[in-house]
Antibody, heavy 116, light 107 residues
Framework: EVQLVDSGGGLVQPGGSLRLSCAAS????????MSWVRQAPGKGLEWVAN????????YYVDSVKGRFTISRDNGKNSLYLQMTSLRAEDTAVYYC?????????WGQGTPVTVSS | DIQMTQSPSSLSASVGDRVTITCQAS??????LNWYQQKPGKAPKFLIY???NLETGVPSRFSGSGSGTDFTFTISSLQPEDFATYYC?????????FGQGTRVDIK
């Protein structure tokens, strides 16, 4: 059974940093693109970033470029999102998802609140 | 960026009703479109890929059609468990973009 478990969210002050993690199991992690998708409170879904199987390619939505870094450790079956210079508008539930085109499986989400 | 516009934004329907949601892309995306269902407090669920292909395990009352810029998502006979928000998503270009969602609630 495919499982994705998101963690690392919390309350952080504007300008602060946070590192999200996603632990994958039940499939060959190193064979799939992986993505982060977020959802601000009461709003729709927004794709944030994705990463190729070997980590050699990464892509970001413009609003997080230069502030967020997606990475992976295939030996640990884990996906990460390092978030810096956080802003109030980054407040959202962050989901990891398997795939770069089709998001077939999702984590349960981890909430991030940016507030002073 | 490719803009995805869903309509309506919300609708009220009864169990057994036929429900149709449309999704329009701001440029031609061929059939590179997916549909998701999301219930409150839960992660989205993948329903349809490549505009018209039903994901394994998804009930056949769900269907999708379209290509180019205009797409349709249909629930042939609405069931109690189908009350949720539905999103389209394009994967023709980066950034991947979603429609704003269509909330389906009980009339």
């Amino acid at each position: 059974e495919v499982q994705l478990v998101d963690s690392g969210g919390g309350l952080v002050q504007p300008g602060g940093s946070l590192r999200l993690s996603c632990a994958a199991s039940g499939f060959t992690f190193s064979s799939y693109w992986m993505s982060w998708v977020r959802q601000a409170p009461g709003k729709g879904l927004e794709w944030v970033a994705n990463i190729k199987q070997d980590g050699s390619e990464t892509y970001y939505v413009d609003s997080v470029k230069g502030r967020f870094t997606i990475s992976r450790d295939n030996g640990k079956n884990s996906l990460y999102l390092q978030m810096t210079s956080l802003r109030a508008e980054d407040t959202a539930v962050y989901y990891c998802a398997r795939g770069g085109n089709n998001f077939r499986f999702w984590g349960q989400g981890t909430p991030v609140t940016v507030s002073s | 960026d490719i803009q995805m516009t869903q309509s309506p934004s919300s609708l009220s329907a009864s169990v057994g009703d036929r429900v149709t949601i449309t999704c329009q892309a701001s440029q031609d995306i061929s059939n590179k479109l997916n549909w998701y269902q999301q219930k409150p407090g839960k992660a989205p669920k993948f329903l349809i890929y490549d505009a018209s292909n039903l994901e394994t395990g998804v009930p056949s009352r769900f269907s999708g059609s379209g290509s180019g810029t205009d797409f349709t998502f249909t629930i042939s006979s609405l069931q109690p468990e189908d009350f949720a928000t539905y999103y389209c998503q394009q994967f023709d270009n980066l950034p991947r973009t979603f429609g704003q969602g269509t909330r389906v609630d009980i009339k």
